[in-house]
């Protein structure tokens, strides 16, 4: 079902159906970057005027399909100058995100072994995405943050869950790398 009709809108259904019937969660994430890079670059794609509004505050989680005979679905996030997440994960799921406009900063993060019922991360590598790049996340390796390191623009990316993404677990920092791990539902804000 189809929760938007945008220009293109087919064609990145068609893409995603595509690889999501690849035989592993690698080939369909590979397959997906892939895709996803390609229609960004390619302009066809013309997201709804309403995913570069951001929202008061917090970065804006908007879902543009979902999938109800593969289970996946399309979410559009917006980031206002400076907006972004703490450490997350994706509860178990994987993912693909692409940065459809602005620049995004994303850091991963490996999980060390937990100290004093506290969890334990460390940086792994950073990178700056631009317009058309894509990167994937894959169980056990989801923990990320995400900022638009903008002091002006905006951002928009879009990320293709293997699943409903409506919770995720959030870790605030205590110091010296220990975290607290607190449970997030994850809101929509409306598609118009």
């Given amino acids: 079902m189809l929760t938007l009709d945008f220009p293109g809108s087919r064609q990145l259904i068609d893409a995603i159906d595509a690889a999501v019937s690849q035989d592993s969660t690698r080939a369909v994430t590979d397959s997906l970057r892939n895709s996803l890079c390609s229609l960004i670059r390619g302009q066809e794609v013309k997201l709804p005027d ?11 989680r908007r879902e543009l399909y979902r999938s109800e005979e593969h289970g996946y679905c399309v979410v559009a996030m917006t980031w206002g100058p400076g907006q972004g997440t703490p450490i997350h994960d994706h509860c178990g799921m994987w993912c693909v995100e692409g940065v459809w406009s602005g620049a995004l900063e994303v850091v991963q993060y490996e999980r060390l072994a937990d100290e004093n019922g506290n969890y334990c991360f460390q940086p792994v590598g950073s990178i700056q995405a631009g317009p058309g790049s894509a990167g994937s996340l894959i169980p056990p390796h989801e923990y990320h943050t995400i900022r638009n390191p903008s002091d002006d623009a905006v951002a928009v990316s879009l990320h293709i869950y293997s ?14 790398n220990q975290y607290q791990r607190t449970d997030r539902q994850l809101g929509l804000d409306p598609v118009h």
Avoid at 50 to 60: H, I, K, L, Q, S
Avoid at 163 to 176: D, I, N, R, S
């Fill in 163 to 176: 699943g409903a993404m409506t919770h995720c677990a959030v870790f605030q920092p205590l110091g010296h």
């Fill in 50 to 60: 309403c995913v570069f509004e951001t929202a008061e505050g917090r970065y804006a």
